[in-house]
């Protein structure tokens, strides 16, 4: 599943010691394993091999341009939603062919920009958005393909936070509306809607949701057949579930194996958008133990991350798993928390945890999804060093921004 594993007693992240890592780059720090994020990337391309599909990694997931690289480098294509993420896949060298773009909320800027570089195509969100890339695409003299993004009102049996399916959520346009708008594009000069694309939500560790939207979609697009309407793609999106704790998600392979008949029925080419999946169990964020304070009620570990590190356990009371760098016998409960005020700064609330004491570490898994994408400078506080290694190679990928960093664009007037 992953290479931070102990060996003789001590973490390693694959052939490197964690302890080492922070002694030299201090905390909180990023480790992440290149063999755990390509290991993912390969076991997903492999089961889906006999149709090939374009992975689009999900760029939101972790955006560190090493990690983009990586997985471009071995072929993977990247799932855009903004105009900074398209400067990150061009600055990591992802061909604009291999680029799709989503977001509710795409500015003209933002349309155009990705016009001109040619990306593959957009996920379109709305009658509104499809205007705008209309007007804008006619302007510029291109014809751009598009994909509309379908609401399927499924249930993800997921965080609420994390669902985008159901026809509560902002995101993507119901089955009728996205009927009535294919037929009216047909008229439109420069856009040609040649997919459609899908994401019900995130950490998601079953196949019955995905079978009941993929369903769905097959069924709309034989509707749309027989109004001649012809398609190229369809986008199936993300939300593949990792292990955090105890969840026992779809492996690849099983997911491929209920998914690909549907799939391979479409005829039609298929783009995959995962993130978590590829990224989430190849980092972790490692943190020192600044205090252990006991009140009458409870255990504090205080430690040097916050939330403003790895907010997931804050916002969507996320669990991750807490270990010492060492294996220890000891456990007592306490809860996990860092610096910041605000009471929902933490970590583990009433976890049974290994004991430590103050300059000790603990490493905080499967933190490499949304761990740092999602950080911020809250508190002032400087975002953390991240760094990747490869066996026994380690490359600092961002180093910790300095406190000059903070203020850099402030002007007092
Ligand atoms: N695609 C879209 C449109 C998304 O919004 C997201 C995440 O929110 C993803 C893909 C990636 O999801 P995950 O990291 O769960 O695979």
Redesign the pocket.
Known sequence: MHDFKFKKNALFCEDVRIEKLVERFGTPLYVYSYHTLIDHFLKLKKAFEPIKPLICY?V??NSNLAILKSLVNKGSGL?I?SGGELFRALKAGCPSGRIVY?SVGKTAKEIEEAIRLGILFF?VESLPELNSIQHIAKRLKKRVNVALRINPDVEPKTHKY?T?GKLTNKFGIDLFSAKKIILYARGFSHVNVSGLHI?I???ITTSEAFVAAIKKITVFIAQLKKESVKLDYLNI????GIVYDKETPQTAQRFADIVLPLLKSTGLKIIM?????IVGNAGILVTKVLYVKNTPKKKFIIVDAGMNDLIRPSLYGAYHNILALDKRVGLEKADVVGPICESGDFFAKDRMLPQVGEGEYLAIMSAG??GFSMSSNYNSRRRAEEVLVSKGRVSVIRRRESYQDLVRNEVIP
Not at 237 to 240: E, F, H, R
Request: hydrophobic share 30%; net charge neutral; no cysteine.
């Open positions: 999900s939101k997931a799932d939603v989503a996920n994390i985008t994401h939500g995130s950490q999106g993300g939300g593949l958008e995962p993130g978590r999946f999804a949304y």
